[in-house]
């Protein structure tokens, strides 16, 4: 029996995909793009998003309720079950996020938090944040649908651009609120 090349493809894909994506897609408040690529049990997804959208400014904050913005905003990237929701059955278990924020001069970067890293990109005075998951699931069959949550966490992402990459192929999305499933298909 020949390997299926599918893991194959998908391993290049996570590690070219965030890349190649984020050189792809313009800096527009109130969109924000994912990446999810599902193989077997694991589910990766990276997201990006203005820090206009998530704290409602992109430079240095300016005072101390500026300051807890970025914090809180850190806390709700790295916050994942308020951010995705899988079908129950699924049994899908969160691993550590990884969050990268701008850097140190753009967003007052504390470096007490175990989990940021400063390689958030700037353009041009133009900040975007990216956050990175990984969930393993107990019973991948049961995945039917990964519902985004984003649009309810952060009121100003009106827009999500997905790329997703299945054992069904690669298919662009585009979820709306109201409009934020990300449909995985029937059971076989």
Do not use: N
Request: aromatic share 4%; with cysteine.
């Amino acid at each position: 029996m020949r390997p299926s090349l599918l893991p194959m493809v998908l391993v290049a894909a996570l590690v070219g995909a965030p890349v190649v994506a984020h050189e792809q897609h313009a800096h527009v408040h109130g969109l924000a793009h994912a990446d999810v690529a599902i193989d077997g049990a694991r589910v990766e997804i990276t997201l990006r998003a203005t820090a206009y959208d998530l704290v409602g400014f992109e430079r240095a904050p300016a005072d101390e309720a500026e300051k807890a913005k970025v914090q809180a905003a850190r806390a709700l990237m790295l916050d994942h079950a308020r951010l995705w929701r899988f079908s129950v059955a699924a049994g899908c278990v969160a691993q550590a996020p990884v969050l990268e924020v701008p850097a140190t001069e753009a967003m007052g970067h504390d470096h007490g938090h175990g989990h940021d890293h400063d390689h958030g990109h700037d353009h041009g005075g133009h900040v975007d944040w990216q956050a990175r998951y990984r969930f393993d699931c107990a019973t991948p069959a049961a995945l039917r649908a990964i519902d985004a949550a984003v649009f309810d966490a952060v009121p100003g992402v009106r827009t999500l651009e997905v790329q997703l990459i299945d054992a069904g192929g690669a298919r662009a999305l585009t979820l709306v609120p109201g409009q934020a499933r990300i449909d995985l298909g029937a059971a076989p």
